[in-house]
């Protein structure tokens, strides 16, 4: 009667052990490998953006595909009080909708990052410059360049055609001079 009851106690106890291991496997427990979702570009409903600089939690945000660049702040937690307020309310348009892959940079006060981009690289900040700094580019004159300051802030360089600011034949003479952030 004891090696009956021995046998029974172990078949009790495989049998837990196979249902315990059936259930960890069936709720992914098992799977080493990580789960790789292909998304084409019809599903995307959203945006990825960048932020950095003078916000409190800087870093990349996926955000629903109608969303402005004040949501995208909010996002990160809104501005420290390092930022340059006066430079935001210039250079940054709250109300833009954001375009995937946008980066959205906020300087803190006392940065001169147009000025520093465009002595390290040699190209203009479409989102800082100034106006006679965009005037020294060719084909850009006074009315060029307050459009594309009143413009601001722009996510992308080709914004400037998309908007009808610049002709083809202006962009293709200065593209390679621009720069955003």
Not at 95 to 111: F, T
Not at 132 to 141: F, V
Not at 156 to 180: A, G, N
């Amino acid at each position: 009667m004891i090696d009956v009851r021995k046998w029974e106690i172990l078949l009790a106890v495989i049998g837990v052990t196979l249902v315990g291991a059936g259930v960890f496997w069936w709720k992914g427990g098992g799977n080493t490998q990580p789960e790789v979702e292909i998304i084409t570009e019809s599903e995307t409903t959203g945006v990825t953006v960048d932020v950095s600089g003078a916000v409190v939690k800087p870093g990349v945000y996926q955000l629903n595909a109608q969303s402005r660049v004040e949501e995208a702040l909010t996002a990160a937690g809104g501005l420290t009080s390092e930022a340059d307020l006066v430079w935001v309310d210039k250079n940054v348009n709250r109300s833009a909708k954001l375009v995937d892959g946008a980066k959205i940079y906020i300087p803190p006060a006392g940065e001169q990052s147009g000025l520093q981009i465009r002595m390290s690289q040699e190209q203009v900040n479409l989102n800082s410059a100034s106006q006679s700094q965009l005037e020294e580019l060719p084909g850009i004159g006074p009315v060029t360049a307050e459009k594309i300051i009143s413009g601001r802030p722009y996510m992308r360089p080709e914004e400037l055609i998309e908007r009808k600011i610049l002709t083809r034949k202006v962009w293709d003479q200065i593209q390679d001079k621009i720069s955003l952030w």
